[in-house]
């Protein structure tokens, strides 16, 4: 089998990212049923290479390989000479010769690229400065479960035109559902990855515009890991893009949030935003686990039926 990479959700066609969302739906409800009996990968190895902070893509993808049976190793550049210097290149060959997978988190997805071009294994975009692929097959996978097939289906980004605004582009193209993207004036996603989404995604300036009838609303913390000394002018910048109850309320009735976490209570969402039953939040968080397992599973087996 050819090795496949996961840089963006457009490396898989939208009929096999159709069958990870089932697919991981079916691995969540083995591991419910029966507990984690399925391991397909006793004795694999899967190298996770961190460049910014985690909780939820560290956590879910080493339970992930856990409870497949087999391992993932924590590489954080701190303490690696990828860190001192060793080009990316030499590393994605060293690795590639002993692990059979690796997942990164880093800052640039062009040096996520030429690490997936010298490798020989799978790789796992875990985030990038402009996208978070894995986010989104939890997302689409929430959306699913919750409320069926997604496709011609309305969301809603409101914030900032970051790495996740990116991959729900990206999502609205690969499952064909509407996406209204509600971003102050200078914050809009890159106008390449906008075109190429053609009329399934529009700018909205108006949040209440935005929302009119959607099914779903998501957002994203107003300053991304990296941006941290813009944080001042950024809560200027976003002020009026908050979304509350009564934002919520201008939607569908069965309308549900979404949020990848880490969330800024009193910023890009109220307070008591992730009380409210429409939020799904910890279902989302948990859903990495679930879909990562299908993509993982994915790349090493390609299909299996379920
Ligand atoms: N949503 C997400 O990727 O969370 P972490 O930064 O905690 O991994
Ligand atoms: N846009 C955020 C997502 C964190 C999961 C960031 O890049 O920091």
């Known amino acids: 089998m050819a090795i496949r990479h996961f840089l963006t959700l457009l490396d898989l066609s939208p009929d096999e990212l159709r069958y990870l969302?089932?697919?991981?739906?079916?691995?969540?409800?083995?591991?419910?049923t029966h507990g984690p009996t399925y391991t397909p990968f006793a004795n694999r190895t899967l190298a996770m290479i961190f460049e910014k902070s985690s909780t939820r893509t560290r956590v879910s993808f080493e339970t992930a390989m856990a409870q497949f049976g087999g391992h993932a190793l924590?590489?954080?550049?701190?303490?690696?000479?990828?860190?001192?210097?060793?080009?990316?290149?030499?590393t994605a060959r060293v690795l590639s010769e002993m692990v059979d997978a690796v997942m990164i988190r880093t800052f640039s997805h062009q040096g996520l690229e030429q690490f997936a071009s010298a490798s020989s294994v799978p790789v796992i975009n875990a985030l990038t400065d402009d996208y978070h692929p894995c986010q989104l097959l939890a997302d689409v996978m929430t959306?699913?479960?919750?409320?069926?097939?997604?496709?011609d289906r309305t969301a809603v980004w409101i914030g900032d035109g970051n790495n996740?605004?990116?991959?729900?582009?990206?999502?609205?193209?690969?499952?064909?559902?509407?996406?209204?993207?509600?971003?102050?004036?200078?914050?809009e996603p890159r106008q390449d990855i906008l075109d190429a989404a053609g009329d399934r995604v529009s700018i909205v300036r108006d949040p209440h515009a935005a929302?009119?009838?959607?099914?779903?609303?998501?957002?994203?913390?107003?300053?991304?890991?990296?941006?941290?000394?813009?944080?001042?002018?950024?809560?200027?910048?976003?002020?009026?893009?908050?979304?509350?109850?009564?934002?919520l309320d201008?939607?569908?009735?069965?309308?549900?949030?979404?949020?990848?976490?880490?969330?800024?209570?009193g910023e890009e969402i109220s307070e008591?935003?992730?009380?409210?039953?429409?939020?799904?939040?910890?279902?989302?968080?948990?859903?990495?686990?679930?879909?990562?397992?299908?993509?993982?599973e994915f790349l090493l087996l390609g299909h299996v039926d379920s």
Request: glycine share 6%; aromatic share 8%.
């Open 250 to 265: 201008h939607a569908r009735e069965d309308a549900l949030f979404l949020h990848c976490l880490p969330a800024h209570r």
């Open 21 to 32: 969302i089932q697919r991981a739906i079916s691995i969540k409800n083995g591991l419910k």
């Open 272 to 296: 008591t935003l992730l009380d409210d039953p429409r939020a799904v939040v910890w279902q989302e968080a948990g859903n990495r686990l679930h879909a990562q397992k299908a993509l993982i």
């Open 211 to 247: 929302v009119a009838d959607a099914d779903l609303i998501t957002t994203d913390v107003w300053a991304s890991m990296g941006q941290e000394e813009e944080q001042a002018k950024r809560e200027a910048d976003f002020a009026g893009l908050q979304v509350t109850e009564a934002l």
């Open 74 to 90: 924590f590489l954080s550049s701190r303490d690696t000479q990828l860190g001192r210097g060793e080009p990316i290149g030499d």
């Open 164 to 187: 996740m605004c990116h991959s729900w582009i990206n999502a609205a193209r690969q499952f064909d559902f509407r996406l209204r993207i509600c971003c102050p004036e200078g914050y």
């Open 143 to 151: 959306w699913t479960e919750l409320r069926g097939s997604v496709k």
